[in-house]
Every structure is written in C-alpha cells, then in structure tokens.
C-alpha cells in the first residue's frame, strides 16, 4: 500500500503552523546536565548574587501570578517558605549549572512535571568541570537501590546499595528527587529519572559533591552486608556482566508492515497482538488507521497497548487513537482553564516567548469565569476539544484490551490513559502508576520564560487541563490493575515482566 505522505504532512502543516500549538509533552530527561554535551568546556564568568536573587524574584512573582500549579498540591506558605529559603542559600557567585540546581528544589514543590529549567542558549560548561561517573547503575524503587550493571568484580547484580560514603542511600534518593520536577505525589517518574537517566549519580555529583573513590556499604542477594571500596569508572568500559542473558523477545511475534515508526506485532499461531504507541505526533493517524484495519483483518481479540514512555504530545492524536477503543462516544479532557482572564496579557509578557504567545492567541479563546478559574474555549483553526466524539467507524476495536504503563506515561499520555479507563469496559491496566497525574495537568501551551539576568529557560505551563477521570485520587497516577515490578536482572537481562503478566492474563 502506497501513502501519500507529502499530501498529509502539508495539510497537517499549514494548520499547525496557523497557532503554533504547543502540546502538553515532558522535556527529555537529561544525562550529565551539568557537564553539557554541547561542546568543549570554557571559562566563564559566575552568576551574580543579585542576578540570581532578582531572577528568581521574577520566577517566583511569575508563578505566583499564573502559574495554573499554584497552590494545589503544595500549600502557598509553604512554596513560600521554600521561595525564601531558596533565595536566602544563595549568597555567592554560582556558575549557571550551581545556580539551577540550588533552584530545582524550591521548583519541585510546585509538583509540575512540566514545569522545568533549562540552561541558557549556547551554554557551555566551565572548563574545570568535570564530573565523576559511578562505577554501577541502579535500580530504584521505595526509597531503595539495587545494583544493575557494574564494572567492578566487587558488585554484583542485585546488591542493594546500604549507603555511600556512610549516607543512607535513602537520603540520595530524597535529594535526586528534587533534581527534576514531577506531576503531584508520584514518585515512578521520580524513580525512573534517578535509575534511567544517571539521577542517581548526578545526586551524588550536584549535592554531595563526591570525585571517588566510594565507600559503600552492601547486602548481597544473600542477605550478607559488606563494605567494598571502588572507584570512579572509566568512561568506555562495559558495565554489563559476563553472564548476561538477553532474549529476543519478539522471536514468537511477526511484525506488521506500513505502521511507520509505531511497531505492531501479531504473536505467531494466535489472535493476539501488541500495538506500541510513541508520543503522540501529527503522522500517527495514518498509522493508527493503517493498524487498526490489519488488527481487525487478522480478526485479533487480545489487543496489548503499550503506553509505557509514551510522554505525551498533541493532544488532538490522542483523540484519534482512543476513537479506535472507546466503548461508544467519547471526550478526551473535561476542561482548559486558566488563572487569568487571558493569559497572554500578563505582567511578565516580555520575559516569555513571543512566537508562542502568538500560537495561543490563534488558538485559544479566553471565555467565561468559572469560580476562581477562567474557561477557555479553542477556536475553529484549533479543531475540536471539548463534547463528544464519535468513535471510529471502521476498525474499531472491541475485543480484551490490555494496556501497559509506566513512570513515564505522562502528559497527554496520561490524558488519553485517564479518557480510556473512564470510557471503555473490557481493559486491563499493567505496569506502574503513571507519571502524568490521573485528575489531570498543567500544559497545552507550554511557555518558556526566559530569564533576563541569567538567561536561564523556564518551561512555563499557562494552562490547567482537567480530565474526564472518574473519581481520580488527587496527586496520583493512573494506578494499573496490575502492578509488576522489575528485578534488576531483568533491567540487565532487558526482560519485559509487563508483557509476560499480559501474556499471563490473555492465557
């Protein structure tokens, strides 16, 4: 089957480019933030207290005019308090990576994964910056640490890490924690940031400040505890160990063709298949019609989504996916609100991006009070937000419908998790509680102010998006029906426990 790409990404396009729409979607995590990959180090000059203290002035003020995050999961006296403390532990020249990282604990109280800093344009790190790397990974989990890969014979897979340099490895995690913002009381996200994307060591870096060797107190699988001594690793070495045993897990399953980067799998001599979805962009619908029509062709009857690491993205798609399962006529978010009348016109509209300022001014349109929020409406360039929507007339599916999610379903991933749940019967939730929060999100536009003495990015959320959740638990995720933890044999092994239990539940 041919598909006329060019024709779709030009009709897409000229809409798209109309508003400027920018979609609820979480930042990348980044590996060695501090170290920046951006180029060879440099010397610069340090950050003035009083540029720090006036921009973080300006943030704070910002937020407390705006921010659609205010006050609902952390009180206001006490992201106050954490304002003050903040500003008062910075009273000396910091270089731009110090100053985020001092900044990044008062941020994280705000509860808003979307909500984030980012370096300045053209950052370069200080010359004499170099940061250690551990000699392990880890596996977090409860406020614990388990060994994965290693490049010292002294470890083993599976030894949870006691402490490290005599600090409880509980406190690590408590301090990795405030190094990247998340949605409510989650804390899944905050464990796959600290075990997925070096977290862990760079709590060690940015907080303790520990060049290695590590003393570190262990207890093997064995329950026997020990104390070893390692270093800091070397850069090309291969941290996996010699008994790794990683299995092609796709072996029994035939992958479908014309899906585009979406990978659809049939299990061979049955009527199941597995459907992964990636963060929603504009060219999926081609392949969600594409999929779904050999999905029903192959007359399939267990269905796996898979919304792990889906972060989000257009909105819009996610409509068009979820008109293939819903039960029967359906929405895909409650409202968009807004702190302000119009939040375009605010008091701090030279510090945020113009070109998206004009994005939402197309899009969006301000309308009625509704308590102490403002409704707004999208206009027609939009396309459809609110009220019902018909689902699919061709290929819709009705059969078992598993679905896996993870610390990273967020966003309007989680969006779409929360419209599913609440409008279709036969499903089944696997995995780990979502990152984005079930109730809903802080998104839609997302802004980036910018501040103008240290010229540090803000990601700046203006509007709150609220789900169609039936009784959702204020702060939480989308809790699956069924929780699987990973061992970290299978993080070594790359074993998917999720798609076993699924398996599991369709035999």
């Known amino acids: 089957m041919k598909i006329n790409y060019q024709s779709i990404f030009k009709s897409i396009f000229c809409i798209l480019a109309a508003i400027n729409f920018i979609a609820c979607d979480k930042p990348a995590a980044k590996k060695n933030q501090t170290a920046n990959p951006n180029g060879p180090g440099v010397s610069p000059q340090k950050l003035t207290v009083k540029g720090m203290h006036d921009d973080l002035f300006i943030l704070w003020s910002a937020i407390k005019e705006m921010h659609p995050g205010y006050g609902i999961y952390t009180p206001t006296d006490s992201l106050k308090m954490a304002y003050d403390k903040t500003y008062a532990a910075i009273d000396t020249p910091l270089y731009e990576g110090d100053f985020i990282d001092r900044v990044y604990p008062f941020l994280c109280q705000l509860r808003c994964g979307h909500t984030q800093l980012k370096h300045s344009d053209g950052y370069k790190r200080p010359l004499n910056l170099k940061l250690p790397h551990l000699p392990f990974e880890v596996l977090v989990r409860n406020h614990h640490a388990w060994v ?77 505890i020990k104390t070893i001594q390692v270093n800091s690793a070397t850069t090309d070495a291969d941290g996996s160990p010699a008994n790794q045993k990683i299995a092609d ?117 301000p309308a009625n009070k509704e308590g102490i929020w403002y409704h707004i409406d999208v206009k027609p360039v939009w396309g459809k937000l609110y009220g019902a929507t018909a689902v699919a007339k061709q290929n819709h ?66 509007m709150r998006v609220v789900s169609v959740a039936k009784n959702p638990a204020p702060g939480c995720g989308i809790m699956p029906d069924y929780i699987v933890n990973y061992t970290p044999e299978d993080v070594v092994n790359k074993n998917d426990p999720d798609l076993k239990k699924a398996l599991t539940l369709i035999k």
């Open 249 to 365: 897990k796709w072996a029994n399953w035939t992958e479908a063709k014309n899906t585009g980067n979406l990978p659809l799998r049939f299990l061979n001599n049955s009527s199941t298949a597995i459907f992964e979805t990636k963060p929603f962009a504009y060219t999926d619908t081609v392949f969600y019609k594409e999929a779904f029509k050999q999905v029903n062709n192959r007359g399939i009857k267990n269905l796996i989504l898979d919304m792990r690491h889906n972060t989000g993205g257009d909105i819009r798609v996610a409509t068009q996916l979820l008109s293939y399962m819903a039960d029967g006529s359906f929405s895909i978010v409650r409202d968009v609100k807004s702190r302000l009348p119009n939040p375009a016109m605010n008091h701090f509209a030279k510090y945020f991006d113009t070109s998206r300022t004009t994005g939402f001014n197309a899009g969006y349109q």
């Open 148 to 224: 994965t890969t290693h490049q010292t014979p002294q470890m083993n897979t599976g030894d949870e890490i006691i402490s490290i340099n005599d600090k409880p490895v509980s406190e690590i995690i408590d301090h990795g924690y405030d190094l990247y913002c998340g949605d409510g009381y989650n804390e899944t996200f905050k464990e796959l940031f600290l075990s997925e994307y070096d977290g862990f060591e760079d709590a060690c870096n940015k907080y303790y400040h520990w060049p290695g060797p590590y003393k570190i107190q262990l207890q093997t699988s064995k329950g026997v």
């Open 397 to 462: 599916f009705n059969g078992n419908l598993y679905v896996l999610v993870d610390g990273a379903t967020f966003s309007s991933g989680a969006l779409f998790t929360a419209a599913l749940k609440a409008q279709r019967k036969n499903v089944k939730f696997i995995g780990r509680e979502t990152a984005g929060a079930e109730e809903g999100c802080n998104g839609m536009t997302l802004q980036e102010l910018t501040l103008p003495n240290t010229k540090i990015k803000v990601d700046f959320p203006w």
